[in-house]
């Protein structure tokens, strides 16, 4: 069980939009800042979001995120099939002391 | 740009200790401004995060692995090291080392993981 909670799957088509949520506590979301990892199959994650909506050099606007309350999402646009991946958020959690991230979500482009 | 790079054996036998080595190439770990990690991943689950080191040799590490954790750096090799003792089949995992900030407030604690290694395979096994 992870800490940080975020649907086992979502789908869309190719060229849609769709959003990832991940929803932590006041200890983790709440009081701090949310990064975001795409997981190719087969690969090590790689940063997509930092500081809940700044993107690293080389990373597509089509990537944003966002923050409210204790909820962090990740939004793509433009669907391709090369999104196909698995995502996950991560954070410090200030009560556990330790970084968590949620359970990953795989994102299948139809 | 930096890389890193895993290292170590692929099979351990249970009870026994796990030990792994990080090099990291194209920027010096001795840089004030990364914390340096250890990430794992067991097969078909996700990422749980062991702990990270500090050139200075600062460490932290996650408490639900307790005592059995040991994080090391070599700055003059440039590599630091990962130790999980009395390893058990629940250790089977992709190993990766991640390069990360860090944020300060009372206390220091990691931030976003910007690098990763490609990762390893270590499979607790008689």
């Known amino acids: 069980q992870s800490v940080l909670t975020q649907p086992p799957s979502v789908s869309a088509a190719p060229g849609q939009r769709v959003t990832i949520s991940c929803s932590g506590s006041s200890s983790n979301i709440g009081d701090n800042y949310v990064s975001w990892y795409q997981q190719l199959p087969g690969t090590a994650p790689k940063l997509l979001i930092y500081d809940i909506n700044k993107r690293p050099s080389g990373i597509s606007d089509r990537f944003s995120g966002s923050k409210s309350g204790t909820s962090a999402t990740l939004g793509i646009t433009g669907l391709q099939t090369g999104d196909e991946a698995d995502y996950y958020c991560?954070?410090?959690?200030?009560?556990?002391?330790?970084?968590?991230f949620g359970g990953g979500t795989k994102l299948t482009v139809l | 740009q930096v890389q890193l790079q895993e290292s170590g054996p692929g099979l351990v036998k249970p009870s026994q200790t796990l030990s792994l080595t990080c090099t990291v190439s194209g920027g010096s770990i001795s840089s004030g401004d990364y914390y340096w990690n250890w990430i794992r991943q067991p097969p078909g689950k996700g990422l749980e995060w062991i702990g990270y080191?500090?050139?200075?040799?600062?460490?932290y590490n996650n408490p639900s692995l307790k005592s059995r954790v040991t994080i090391s750096v070599d700055t003059s090799k440039n590599q630091f090291s990962l130790r999980l003792n009395s390893v058990t089949a629940a250790d089977t995992a992709i190993y990766y080392c991640a390069r990360g900030g860090f944020r300060c407030g009372g206390t220091c604690y990691p931030d976003a993981f910007d690098i990763w290694g490609q990762g390893t395979m270590v499979t607790v096994s008689s």
């Open positions: 080191i500090y050139y200075s040799g600062s460490t």
């Open positions: 991560g954070t410090w959690d200030l009560s556990l002391s330790v970084v968590v």
